[in-house]
T-cell receptor, first 112, second 111 residues
Framework: KAGVTQTPRYLIKTRGQQVTLSCSPI?????VSWYQQTPGQGLQFLFE???????NKGNFPGRFSGRQFSNSRSEMNVSTLELGDSALYLC???????????FGSGTRLTVV | GQNIDQPTEMTATEGAIVQINCTYQ??????LFWYQQHAGEAPTFLSYNVLDGLEEKGRFSSFLSRSKGYSYLLLKELQMKDSASYLC????????????FGQGTELSVKP
């Protein structure tokens, strides 16, 4: 079966711009989580959506937002980009609860 | 609070056994995950421990002791392709989807 698909794979943006990243979960998975991965901080939780509702949010500024659609696909948006937002953004999908989490290959965002 | 600690780097020899430790301080969690991540790729699931004890899966085994706040990943018969980052992650109670990750252990397997 198809895995978790993230688009685009690579993105270069300028400071002050905004960006939207997309994540299509494994078919049947209703939970989508987003993480930011940087060499200094490791994997940091951004937020999680389940059945179109945000269930959990990490300690990131309000510039980071997300949503989930009725088909479970999710998007995250970062507004007013800063250089420090350069990172690998990963999403993970699961059935929910304590089931395993399958990660996508990520979107590498570079802010210049 | 929640904190997960792992060694930053480890080196081992092809064919050998290596143990990657993970210690944690969390107020309560459902279980502990181990993921493998090759450079530039997605983390891939290795194991999930809920109960104390050893879970064996081929060349990889994972151990959990809740009373000691301790887990380890054991890799046997190391192969060059095992060179990767190994991530320990806890799933806190009532925090669906919110995995708390350690910084990861970069394992280098030498011939």
């Amino acid at each position: 079966k198809a895995g978790v698909t993230q688009t685009p794979r690579y993105l270069i943006k300028t400071r002050g711009q905004q960006v939207t990243l997309s994540c299509s979960p494994i078919s049947g998975h209703r939970s989508v989580s987003w993480y930011q991965q940087t060499p200094g901080q490791g994997l940091q939780f951004l937020f999680e959506y389940f059945s179109e509702t945000q269930r959990n949010k990490g300690n990131f500024p309000g510039r980071f937002s997300g949503r989930q659609f009725s088909n479970s696909r999710s998007e995250m948006n970062v507004s007013t980009l800063e250089l420090g937002d350069s990172a690998l953004y990963l999403c993970a999908s699961s059935l929910g609860g304590t089931d395993g989490y399958t990660f996508g290959s990520g979107t590498r965002l570079t802010v210049v | 609070g929640q904190n997960i600690d792992q060694p930053t780097e480890m080196t081992a020899t092809e064919g050998a056994i290596v143990q990657i430790n993970c210690t944690y301080q969390t107020s309560g969690f459902n279980g502990l995950f181990w993921y493998q991540q090759h450079a530039g790729e997605a983390p891939t699931f290795l194991s999930y421990n809920v109960l104390d004890g050893l879970e064996e899966k081929g060349r990889f085994s994972s151990f959990l002791s809740r009373s000691k706040g301790y887990s380890y990943l054991l890799l046997k018969e190391l192969q060059m392709k095992d060179s990767a980052s190994y991530l320990c992650a806890a799933l806190p109670y009532n925090q669906g989807g919110k995995l708390i990750f350690g910084q990861g252990t970069e394992l280098s397997v030498k011939p």
